[in-house]
C-alpha cells in the first residue's frame, strides 16, 4: 500500500479513531506483562455494572517468544493495541471495521473475515466468546465478549478488541521482516528501536535470568499479593499488581525451562488463585459481591 | 396454504455449529408446529456465516376449527348441578341444548373453538424457540446483558426477519421485533433489503452477493477449485471437510490460487499440508505425475474483489510463507536433537495423572512389545523395543506442539533421517493406528506389535483406574482402542489367548500405579486423592503378587481374575459391533465366547463363521432345535432331581432302537468332533455335529425320556447331557437366538 502509516502514526491514528468514539486513552501500564488483557484497566474493570470505554497501547512480554532478532515474525516483546467498550455497543463490529478503515486497510480489496476464536484465561477465571479476524488470511485482532472474569458473570458484557501491532503494521506497510518496519516515517526502523533489545532480552530471558532470585521473586510477589487481600480493608488494586508481577515470573522461569509439566499445573493454579482474590476482593470493596 | 421465511441474522456463527443449527432450527419448529396441531408440505433450513434461516411451504393459514360437544346433567336435575355444569362450560342456561334419549332428557353443550391464525401461532412459537436455543456455546451481550437472564445467542443477534403468507409475522424476542428487512453481503451488500417472500429473499440476497444454501456453495467452491486447477495444471486433494469448512466461513466464496517459494517443499508433505490446512484453510495442491506437492494452494475468499483478488492473494501469500518459515524452523531444529533425547524429556509429560508420565507408559509398551515378539514372533523383540521406545518422542518436538495432527510421522521423518532401521521408521509413523473401522491397519510386524501394545496398555490402565467408558462418554477413546486391538488381531491372523496377554501388561501398568502412589505420598504439592492411593495400593497387595497368570497354560477353562474378564467383555462387545457391521449376529458371538474357554480372537471368528454358515443349513437348524429340545428337559429335571446328569451312559441299559443309535452317533461323532478341533477345523466340526441331527430328531419323536423305570430315565437323561456337551464343544446354543 503507498504511503501507509509509518509504526507511531498506525499507532497515534488508532488512539484518535478511539478517543472520537468516547473511549479514555490511557498510557501502557508500568509492569511486565504478557498481554494487553491483564492491564487493570480491562481485567478489573470488566467487572461490575459501570461503564467503562478505554484504549491504550500495552507492550506484552513472552520471554519464550523471544528469538535474539533472528526471526523475522516473532519477538519476546511487542505492543498490542487494547480497545475495552462496556458494555459492548450494538454496533461493536462496524466500530471494529470503522478502525481498519481508518488505518488503511480498504473493504473492497480486502478480504476481512470474523473466524470462530474463542478465548480463555485459566489464570484469570475467564473466558469469552469472539473471533480473531482475519484480513487476507491474517489474523489482525482478537475480538471477545467478555463472559466472566474472576469466576463473577460480567453484567454488562464488555467486548474486547486486540489489534497486534507489528503484524498490522507489516501488513500495510508491505514488509516481510518487523526490523524493517517504518517507525517514524522519517527514516527510523522498528530494528533501530528494537533490534538490541530483543537480542539483549533473549539472552537474559533464556540464558542469564537467576532462576534461584526468579524463585524468590515469584514467592515474595504471592505472599505480598496474600497480605494485601487479607488486610481489614483489602487493597485489591496493590494486589492485583503483584499477581502480574508473579505471572510475568512464572513466564520467565517457563523461558529458562526449569518448570516440569506437573509443576506448570501447579504454578498457574498459583497465579489463578491470586488472580482470583484480586478479582473477589474488587468485587466486594466496590460493594458489587453478591 | 401458505409460506413461511424466518432468518435469524446475526454476527459471525461459528462454521463448525451451522450444520446443527440448522437440524435444530427444523426440529424445534417441528415439534412447536405438531404441538400446534399444524401441518406443513415441506421445510427446509439453511445456514450462512452470518444467517440462519428457515422456510415452510404448505402451512394452513390457521388452525382447524375444534368442536367439542359436553354431556350435562338432566335437564330436570337439580339447580345446583346444572349451574356446575354452566360453570364448567362457561356458558349460560339458554345457551345449552336439551336432547333426549332412553335414559331421559340431558344438557348438551355444544363448544366450538376458532382455529387460531397460523399467524398468531407462530408469532408465540419463535420467541420460545429462539429463548431455548441449543447453541454449543452461547453468550450475553449489549446493553440488555445487565442481566444474567438476557438472550443468549451464538454470537450477538442483530435481527430477525418473519413473513408468512407474504405479511410480517410480529413478535419480540428481548426487545428485538421481527421484521421484513435483512442485510446482504457484509461489504458488497450492507444495506437493509426488503422481502416479500422466500422467492424473492433468495434472489435479493444473490443480488447482494450472498448464496443462502450451504450446498451451493460448496458447489461454487469445488467448481471455482477445479477451475484454477486445470489452469495451473495440478489435482487438488478431495477433502470435503475442508470444503465444508470454507462453506461455513464464506457467503459469497471465490477461489484463488496462490504459491509459496519452492524451498519450503524440504519440509514434509504432512507439514506443509498440516500447516495449509489447519491453520489457514487453504487446499495443498499436487502434481498430476509426480503426486508430489506442489508449491501451488487454493484459498477461499468472501469478496468479489475490485482488483480481481491481487491483494488477497499477495496477502495470503505473505502470511503462508511466515507460517512456513516457522515450519521450516521447527523442522530444521528438530532434526538437531536425536529421538532418543526427546524421548528422555518423556518423563517431563503426564500420561494422566494416576497412571504416571508418558515415559512410564512408553516403557510398559516397550516391554509387552519385545514380548509380543518373544513370546508370540510378532516383529522382532529387539526392534519393537527400539521402536516402542522412540514411537512417542516426537510429542515434545517443536513440530508436533504445533501441529498435534503430525503425531507419528514427524517421528518417523526424524528417525529415517537418523537412518534407523526401515522397521522401526514405520512402526514409528504407523503406531497410532487403526485409528476407526475404515482407515489402513499396520501390517508390518514391528508395528504391529508396537500399535498393540500401545493400545493395550491405555485400555489395561483406563480399566485398572476404573475410568470406563460409560453411555455416550469415552474420554479415553477406549472403544476405539479396543476396536484397533480386534483389527489388528484378525487382519494379521494373529494368534494368542488375549487374557494372557491383557494379563501380562496389567502386571506392569499396577507397578506403575504403585509407583505414583509413593510418588504422590512424597511429593508435597500435587496429591491424589486418599481414596484413590488406596485402590492403587490394594491393586498392587493383592492382585499383582497374588494372581500372576501361568502364561503357559492349556487348560480349556479360562482362569483369570475378575478384572481381566472385565476386559475380555469389553472386548468381546466391541468385537460384536464389529462383526454386527460385517453382517455376524452378536449371539453367534455370545455363543461361542459363552463356551468360557475361548479368547484366542482368530479362532473364536473362525468358529463363528463356521457356525454361521451351518445354522443356515437345514442340519443345523434342526440340531438347534433338538439341542434347545435336550437342553429345556435337562434344565427341568436337573432342577427336580437336584444334580447334574453327568455320569456315563450304561449301553446295557440303551433299550429303544433309536435311543441305541443316537449313543452310536454320539460316540462317532465325538471322535470327529475332537479331531476337528484339535487340526482348528471348524467346518469339520460342524459336519461332526450334523451326523448328530438325524438320530437327534429319531430320538425325540420314539423314545420317551421320562421312563417309568428310574434307572432307564437317568440313563436317557444322561445321553441328553452327552449330547448337550457335545454341542458345547463348539458353541453354547442356548445363547443362540430363534
Not at chain 2, 64 to 88: H, Y
Not at chain 2, 261 to 270: C, G, I, K, T
Request: net charge negative; with cysteine; glycine share 8%.
Amino acid at each position: 500500500m503507498a504511503d501507509s502509516l509509518s509504526f507511531q502514526d498506525l499507532i497515534l491514528t488508532l488512539q484518535r479513531y478511539w478517543a472520537d468514539r468516547g473511549c479514555v486513552i490511557l498510557q501502557p501500564y508500568d509492569m511486565e506483562m504478557g498481554a494487553g488483557t491483564f492491564h487493570a484497566a480491562t481485567t478489573l474493570r470488566a467487572l461490575g455494572p459501570e461503564r467503562w470505554n478505554a484504549a491504550y497501547v500495552q507492550p506484552s512480554r513472552r520471554p519464550t517468544d523471544g528469538r535474539y532478532g533472528e526471526n523475522p515474525n516473532r519477538l519476546q516483546h511487542y505492543y498490542q493495541f487494547q480497545t475495552i467498550l462496556k458494555p459492548a455497543p450494538v454496533d461493536i463490529q462496524d466500530q471494529y471495521l470503522g478502525s481498519l478503515k481508518a488505518i488503511g486497510i480498504d473493504f473492497e480489496t480486502h478480504d476481512i473475515r470474523f473466524v470462530e476464536d474463542d478465548w480463555e484465561s485459566p489464570t484469570l477465571g475467564a473466558w469469552g466468546l469472539g473471533w480473531e479476524v482475519w484480513c487476507d488470511g491474517m489474523e489482525v485482532s482478537q475480538f471477545t465478549y467478555f463472559q466472566q472474569v474472576g469466576g463473577y458473570d460480567c453484567k454488562p458484557v464488555a467486548g474486547e478488541l486486540t489489534y497486534g501491532l507489528e503484524r498490522l503494521a507489516m501488513y500495510i506497510q508491505g514488509v516481510d521482516n518487523v526490523y524493517d518496519l517504518d517507525f517514524n516515517g522519517r527514516g527510523v526502523t522498528y530494528g533501530d528501536v528494537f533490534l538490541k533489545n530483543e537480542q539483549q532480552q533473549s539472552a537474559y530471558n533464556f540464558e542469564h535470568a537467576n532462576t534461584g532470585r526468579l524463585l524468590q521473586h515469584f514467592k515474595d510477589a504471592e505472599a505480598e499479593c496474600q497480605m494485601l487481600l487479607e488486610l481489614d480493608k483489602p487493597l485489591p488494586l496493590p494486589a492485583y499488581e503483584q499477581c502480574i508481577s508473579a505471572s510475568h515470573i512464572f513466564n520467565m522461569l517457563d523461558a529458562r525451562g526449569v518448570i516440569s509439566v506437573t509443576e506448570r499445573a501447579s504454578y498457574i493454579g498459583r497465579v489463578r488463585a491470586l488472580a482470583k482474590g484480586c478479582c473477589d476482593a474488587w468485587m466486594s470493596t466496590n460493594g458489587w459481591a453478591a | 396454504m401458505a409460506e413461511l421465511l424466518l432468518e435469524l441474522f446475526s454476527e459471525e456463527i461459528p462454521a463448525r455449529m451451522q450444520s446443527k443449527a440448522c437440524d435444530d432450527l427444523k426440529r424445534l419448529t417441528q415439534k412447536a408446529l405438531k404441538d400446534a396441531q399444524l401441518g406443513f408440505e415441506t421445510m427446509e433450513a439453511y445456514a450462512t456465516p452470518r444467517r440462519l434461516a428457515l422456510h415452510i411451504i404448505g402451512l394452513p393459514t390457521a388452525q382447524a376449527d375444534v368442536r367439542e360437544e359436553r354431556r350435562g346433567p338432566k335437564a330436570d336435575a337439580p339447580e345446583k348441578a346444572i349451574a356446575g355444569f354452566l360453570g364448567s362450560v362457561g356458558l349460560t342456561r339458554d345457551q345449552v341444548e336439551e336432547r333426549e334419549d332412553k335414559k331421559g332428557t340431558f344438557l348438551y353443550a355444544v363448544i366450538e373453538k376458532k382455529g387460531a391464525p397460523t399467524a398468531d401461532v407462530l408469532s408465540a412459537i419463535f420467541p420460545d424457540i429462539i429463548r431455548s436455543f441449543p447453541w454449543p456455546k452461547s453468550m450475553r451481550w449489549g446493553p440488555a446483558s445487565q442481566s444474567t437472564e438476557s438472550l443468549r445467542w451464538v454470537r450477538p443477534l442483530q435481527s430477525i426477519l418473519c413473513l408468512f403468507d407474504g405479511n410480517v409475522v410480529p413478535f419480540e424476542v428481548n426487545s428485538l421485533a421481527s421484521s421484513d428487512e435483512t442485510r446482504g453481503h457484509r461489504f458488497h451488500a450492507p444495506e437493509a433489503i426488503k422481502v416479500n417472500g422466500f422467492g424473492d429473499y433468495l434472489k435479493k440476497l444473490s443480488e447482494a452477493y450472498v448464496i443462502l444454501d450451504p450446498l451451493k456453495r460448496m458447489e461454487q467452491i469445488v467448481k471455482e477449485a477445479n477451475a484454477q486447477t486445470m489452469i495451473g495444471k495440478v489435482i487438488i486433494v478431495r477433502d470435503d471437510a475442508l470444503v465444508a469448512e470454507n462453506a461455513g466461513l464464506t457467503e459469497w466464496p471465490t477461489v484463488l490460487m496462490g504459491r509459496f517459494d519452492e524451498a519450503f517443499l524440504d519440509v514434509p508433505d504432512e507439514v506443509l499440508t498440516a500447516t495449509m490446512r489447519t491453520n489457514q484453510k487453504y487446499f495443498s495442491l499436487r502434481d498430476p505425475n509426480t503426486g508430489n506437492l506442489t508449491n501451488k494452494f487454493l484459498c477461499v475468499a468472501n469478496l468479489q474483489a475490485s482488483d480481481g483478488g491481487k491483494a488477497i492473494l499477495a496477502g495470503n501469500e505473505k502470511v503462508l510463507s511466515a507460517r512456513l518459515s516457522d515450519a521450516k524452523f521447527f523442522w530444521e531444529q528438530d532434526l538437531k536433537t536425536p529421538l532418543e533425547e526427546m524421548a528422555a524429556k518423556l518423563k517431563d509429560v503426564t500420561f494422566h495423572e494416576k497412571l504416571g508420565t508418558v515415559a512410564e507408559k512408553v516403557d510398559r509398551v516397550a516391554k509387552l512389545a519385545k514380548w509380543l515378539g518373544a513370546e508370540y514372533g510378532i516383529g522382532e523383540p529387539g526392534l519393537n523395543y527400539q521402536a516402542a521406545k522412540l514411537a512417542k518422542a516426537d510429542l515434545v518436538s517443536a513440530m508436533v506442539t504445533e501441529f498435534p495432527s503430525v503425531q507419528g510421522v514427524m517421528g518417523s521423518y526424524y528417525a529415517e533421517k537418523q537412518g534407523l532401521d526401515v522397521a522401526v521408521v514405520n512402526a514409528i509413523k504407523e503406531h497410532y493406528a487403526p485409528q476407526g473401522p475404515n482407515d489402513d491397519c499396520p501390517t508390518n510386524g514391528v508395528s504391529v506389535a508396537v500399535a498393540l501394545a500401545d493400545k493395550i496398555d491405555t485400555l489395561v490402565g483406563f480399566f485398572a483406574i476404573d475410568e470406563k467408558p460409560t453411555g455416550s462418554k469415552d474420554p479415553y477413546a477406549l472403544r476405539r482402542a479396543g476396536l484397533g486391538i480386534i483389527r489388528l488381531i484378525l487382519e494379521n491372523g494373529l494368534r494368542f489367548k488375549l487374557g494372557e496377554l491383557l494379563s501380562f501388561v496389567r502386571v506392569e501398568v499396577f507397578e506403575t500405579l504403585s509407583e505414583q502412589v509413593s510418588r504422590a505420598a512424597e511429593s508435597s504439592v500435587e496429591q491424589l486423592r486418599p481414596q484413590d492411593s488406596d485402590k492403587a495400593v490394594r491393586f498392587e497387595v493383592t492382585t499383582i503378587k497374588g494372581n500372576r497368570p501361568s502364561l503357559t497354560t492349556g487348560n480349556p477353562a479360562l482362569q483369570y481374575s475378575d478384572d481381566i474378564k472385565g476386559l475380555i467383555d469389553f472386548i468381546a462387545d466391541r468385537l460384536k459391533v464389529q462383526q454386527r457391521e460385517q453382517g455376524v449376529p452378536h449371539d453367534l458371538i455370545d455363543a461361542v465366547f459363552a463356551l468360557g474357554s475361548e479368547d484366542d480372537l482368530v479362532r473364536l471368528i473362525a468358529r463363528v463363521s463356521a457356525l454361521q454358515s451351518f445354522l443356515k443349513t437345514d442340519h443345523g437348524a434342526n440340531l438347534l432345535a433338538g439341542y434347545k429340545r435336550a437342553a429345556n428337559i435337562l434344565r427341568i429335571e436337573e432342577k427336580k432331581d437336584g444334580k447334574a446328569f453327568d455320569g456315563a451312559v450304561d449301553e446295557a441299559l440303551l433299550g429303544d432302537t433309536q435311543e441305541h443309535a443316537l449313543f452310536v452317533a454320539l460316540v462317532s461323532s465325538n471322535e470327529l468332533l475332537a479331531k476337528a478341533l484339535e487340526m482348528e477345523d471348524f467346518e469339520a466340526a460342524m459336519r461332526a455335529l450334523a451326523q448328530l441331527r438325524g438320530p437327534v430328531d429319531a430320538f425325540f419323536d420314539y423314545v420317551t425320556v421320562n421312563a417309568e423305570d428310574a434307572a432307564i430315565r437317568e440313563n436317557r437323561l444322561t445321553l441328553l447331557n452327552q449330547i448337550r456337551a457335545a454341542v458345547h464343544k463348539v458353541a453354547d446354543f442356548s445363547k443362540i437366538e430363534g
